[in-house]
Every structure is written in structure tokens, then in C-alpha cells.
């Protein structure tokens, strides 16, 4: 099985730039490495990955964060932005597509969390997806 974080990172973008509720809310700034100087509100997509093997076929398992951050003055715009991309694609593995490998699952992994940063004036909230590729 080769390594399907690249892909999976690719396809969740894609499907969050597609969706018209997130869209709404940041645009198309959606990155896995913000620019310098990148606008506020955005939404950051990161992963972590293990591999797994059961008697007959192997894959690998994700963990999708995804970090919506914003400057104004409250934490509703991260929670709006947090329920519109979690909306878009918990359990919606039919909008995310992979150039390697198959998608099994993407589902919400009921992690989240919302907050002030140390500057004091960036909101940041976080929603995690579980995904599976074999």
C-alpha cells in the first residue's frame, strides 16, 4: 500500500473548495501550508497517518484536523466555519475523490474544540475526521 496522505489532503481540499457553505465563509483560502500574509478567515487541513494490514488487504488510517482561524471578535465565525466543513464532509465519501487508493471512511470523530490564541485576537477552532484508504 502506498502512503495516501498527499491524496486524501488533495481530495478533502478539493471537496471543501466544491462546497458552497464553506465557501461562503472563506473563500477558497483552504490550505495545508498557509501563505505568509494569508487572509483571515481560512481553514487549514492537516494530517497524521498509520498504516494497518488485516489478513488479506492493507491500508491506512488518517486523522483529518481541520483548523478554521478568524480575527473577529468572537468565536462564532471558527464554529460556523468548523460545522460547514464538518457538514461537507462527515460521512460524505462520495464528494472526496483520491488519485491513490480508496476512500472507506470519513467520518467525524466527535473531536473539537474553540479558542483564543496567545496573541489574544485570533479565534481558532478545531474538528477532527477519521478516514480510511485501502
Known amino acids: 500500500?502506498?502512503?495516501?496522505?498527499?491524496?486524501?489532503?488533495?481530495?478533502?481540499?478539493?471537496?471543501?473548495?466544491?462546497?458552497?457553505?464553506?465557501?461562503?465563509?472563506?473563500?477558497?483560502?483552504?490550505?495545508?501550508?498557509?501563505?505568509?500574509?494569508?487572509?483571515?478567515?481560512?481553514?487549514?487541513?492537516?494530517?497524521?497517518?498509520?498504516?494497518?494490514?488485516?489478513?488479506?488487504?492493507?491500508?491506512?488510517?488518517?486523522?483529518v484536523r481541520l483548523q478554521a482561524h478568524s480575527r473577529k471578535a468572537s468565536a462564532s465565525e471558527v464554529l460556523l466555519i468548523r460545522a460547514a466543513s464538518l457538514t461537507a464532509l462527515d460521512r460524505q465519501e462520495n464528494a472526496i475523490a483520491?488519485?491513490?487508493?480508496?476512500?472507506?471512511?470519513?467520518?467525524?470523530?466527535?473531536l473539537s474544540d474553540a479558542f483564543i490564541e496567545d496573541d489574544g485576537k485570533t479565534w481558532q477552532s478545531v474538528g477532527e475526521l477519521d478516514v480510511i484508504v485501502v
Open 1 to 63: 500500500m502506498s502512503d495516501t496522505a498527499f491524496p486524501v489532503i488533495k481530495g478533502i481540499i478539493a471537496a471543501l473548495k466544491a462546497s458552497a457553505p464553506v465557501t461562503t465563509l472563506v473563500g477558497q483560502r483552504i490550505y495545508s501550508d498557509v501563505p505568509q500574509g494569508a487572509a483571515f478567515p481560512y481553514l487549514v487541513v492537516s494530517i497524521q497517518s498509520e498504516p494497518f494490514a488485516a489478513n488479506d488487504f492493507s491500508g491506512q488510517s488518517h486523522t
Open 98 to 110: 483520491l488519485d491513490t487508493g480508496t476512500l472507506v471512511k470519513c467520518e467525524y470523530s466527535g
